[in-house]
């Protein structure tokens, strides 16, 4: 065996490939082993599927054998190639190199040894929010043994050792699942990822959270603008706020009945006449977006308080949290001048 190629299909896909997945919540995604060799000067395929694309449509298709029909016994170790921890380069590093941000392979045991098995994006670690959209990559090794358990032959997919590469052949294979097709939705899909400031000097195609690797909330909301068409938004750190988008509301605080005020104008409530879904709010380098309005029975009430929601974390990776956990004052809402429909109901 020479190595192992891990390949995914949805529901109407026409057959699986190795490009990365991108799917809406709901949608199941498949994962395939598919074991590459060359038998009589020959390259072959062997796996669960009857072909595959080794790349995005229009690339090449190869034909893929049951493995049966060269050897019966086969294993296949499957491992999730997710970030170390929630929160990278803790030290602000201005120099941090975005390729030390830290992987490791967590070996699901749980999946048994079959060839096969459905797409499961949920990390295992503690520093990470369970939820049932985001990003995880996805290593197979291949494993054949005699009777007496003696290893005879082995191979693998790419794992930690290639999160970083550019090629998609030498990845980790990637599903990210969306909440939805808008903003609010294609955000989502960057949990799962770790909290890392870097330097927003990269190149748009060298930044990690493009990469879905790690970035800031800032950085995956810049993300998801470009992923639906600003292409000409380049990342930019928090500082710059003022420069990409309009400032809606200077300065406000939370008031001990949990409504937000005007700093400058102390009994004038932020309403949602001011502030929309899809505004970021500020406090200098920790930014969040603003997701839902709520009130205490649930509902909205067009008034910004304690209740509403907003995705961010407080230097962890995206969740969905309560605006009062890390917005209390001295806090700046922007809107970024590029917008989008954001379809406020589609909070999860």
Known sequence: MERVWVVSSRLGDDMASISPKEVFAGEPVNLYAVVETTLHGRRRFFGPVDRMRLGESGTEVVEVEAWSTWW??????????????????????????????????TFMLAWGFRDQHAADTMPTGDDFPRVDVGT???????????VRDRVLDEAASPGLEGVHATMIAEQPHRVTVRASGDALGI?????????????????ASAHPA???????????????????????????????LGEWGTTVVEEMFLAE????YYTYDPVRPVTFDEVQ?????????????LYQ????????????????????????PLRDMPVEEAFHSGITVYRLAVQVDLGADVAR
């Open 257 to 260: 009945d949990g409504i937000y």
């Open 293 to 316: 309005d709520r009130s205490p029975g649930g509902g909205g009430d067009g008034v910004l308080n304690k209740w509403d929601r907003l995705l961010g974390g407080y230097f962890e």
């Open 72 to 105: 019966n016994a086969l294993e296949i170790l499957w491992f999730k190639v997710e970030p170390v921890y929630g929160f990278d380069n803790e030290n602000f590093k201005s120099d941090f190199d975005p390729g030390d941000i830290r992987y490791n392979e």
């Open 187 to 203: 955000i989502q899909g960057y949990a799962g990822l770790p909290y890392v400031p870097v330097n927003n000097d990269l190149l």
């Open 210 to 240: 493009g990469r879905f690797i790690g970035g800031t909330i800032l950085d995956f909301w810049i993300a998801t603008q470009r992923a639906l068409g600003a292409t000409d938004m380049q990342f930019f750190g928090w500082g710059e």
């Open 277 to 289: 879904v899809g505004d970021l709010l500020s406090i200098e380098d920790h930014v969040g977006v």
């Open 136 to 146: 995880m990559r996805f290593k197979a090794q291949a494993v054949v043994r005699d």
